[in-house]
């Protein structure tokens, strides 16, 4: 070892015959995480870390030293941009998924060993079910590629392939007149809700936000710009759509302005600002009213699996139907990414009401072969 390289780092054998190897770091000295068999190990060891460090890929073990716990509050912290209700999926995720098991053990001895025994030990026990587990996998990548960047890590321990993707089951799709036997059968003040759900396609929170200056019913269009999150303890909050794309303005199909006309009229809040689908004193909709009500609804047609959500996943495969192409139905219905969103924003506002007109024919004809009794779900393809 040369002269310059020795008052760098140095080799010392201690009393219990194994060698040490230290080094200077922002000048003080440190030593290695473990000690070695013979001398010349631990200078190959302090060859390395030279070499790492003029490669610039080499990071201080005692950084990475931090636990998880510490380091995920840190991260959940450091991250204004997200949505109050995404940090309240995220703490959860970490409380009750991640953190039981790796949470106490610094972030350079999570290996990748340790994660696939952590993912497996989930998907083996069958809880959560494999979309959180997804979910909770992609969380964790995400916390350790900051770690990655930070400098803690070399690398991200997590490499198991597809993981991080969610394999969701196929949801029902309601036929046309199983849309309308639900509208007649739920509560009134909700029946405008399953019908702009279904042939509007708008995502709960946009219903919930939308107010009556963002329902023109003389063009026949309805125009989305907002959406209520409501946190675990009843508060809402009012932000933007999911993304950029979900900012947007949809054309109706026309046999839903006499119901929208209708519902206006009885159940919306006064005002321009008043909320269209709200409580009964014009507050922002329980998220658990309307749930309660479609159970209701649910129980008393007997159909079963069929959410609410699957309204809007109706809504999208009866668009699909008229021909509309995928760039139509993404602008339409506000599907992408920001990437996604510079893809499908050239849409036009023509089309889509071409789509809405189809859409209502659509619906028409098969109005008139409305059966008397209720139709099952059937599964998308």
Not at 64 to 80: I, N
Not at 132 to 148: G, P
Not at 179 to 201: H, K, N, Q, S, Y
Not at 218 to 239: A, C, F, N, S
Request: some cysteine.
């Amino acid at each position: 070892m040369t002269k310059a390289k020795a008052s760098w780092g140095s080799v010392r054998k201690l009393p219990s015959g194994r060698y040490q190897a230290r080094y200077r770091v922002d000048g003080k000295m440190a030593a290695a995480p473990t000690t070695f068999r013979t001398k010349r190990d631990a200078e190959a060891y302090l060859s390395t870390v030279r070499a790492d460090m003029e490669r610039g890929t080499w990071v201080n073990p005692i950084a990475g030293k931090v636990t998880l716990r510490e380091y995920s509050t840190k991260w959940l912290e450091q991250r204004p941009d997200l949505r109050p209700r995404t940090v309240e999926l995220y703490e959860g995720e970490l409380r009750l998924h991640i953190l039981p098991v790796l949470g106490d053990l610094e972030l350079a001895k999570i290996t990748p060993s340790k994660v696939r025994d952590w993912h497996s030990g989930m998907l083996k026990a069958g809880k959560p079910g494999p979309t959180t587990v997804a979910k909770c996998y992609r969380l964790l990548h995400a916390i350790l590629n900051t770690a990655v960047a930070d400098e803690l890590l070399v690398r991200n321990p997590c490499v198991i392939k597809g993981a991080g993707q969610e394999k969701a089951p196929e949801r029902p799709i309601a036929s046309i007149p199983q849309v309308f036997e639900i509208a007649d059968t739920i509560e009134p003040r909700f029946r405008a809700m399953v019908l702009v759900g279904a042939f509007v396609g708008l995502r709960l929170g946009e219903m919930l936000a939308l107010t009556r200056e963002r329902i023109d019913l003389l063009h026949g269009r309805i125009k989305v710009v907002e959406q209520y999150q409501e946190l675990k303890d009843g508060t809402h909050i009012l932000g933007p759509p999911k993304s950029d794309a979900g900012i947007r303005t949809v054309a109706i199909p026309a046999m839903l302005k006499p119901e929208l006309e209708a519902h206006l009229a009885t159940y919306a809040a006064p005002g321009k600002k008043g909320l269209v689908f709200c409580g009964a004193n014009g507050q922002p909709l329980r998220r658990a009213t309307w749930y309660s009500a479609w159970n209701r609804t649910m129980t008393e047609l007997g159909i079963e699996g069929m959410k609410p959500h699957d309204l809007r996943h109706t809504g999208n495969t009866l668009a699909a139907m008229t021909g509309a192409s995928t760039k139509e139905l993404m602008a339409r219905f506000g599907q992408s990414t920001s990437r996604a969103a510079l893809i499908y924003q050239h849409a036009t506002q023509g089309r889509d009401h071409e789509i809405a007109d189809a859409l209502n024919g659509l619906i028409e004809a098969k109005l008139k072969q409305r059966p008397t009794g209720t139709e099952g779900a059937t599964t998308s393809g």
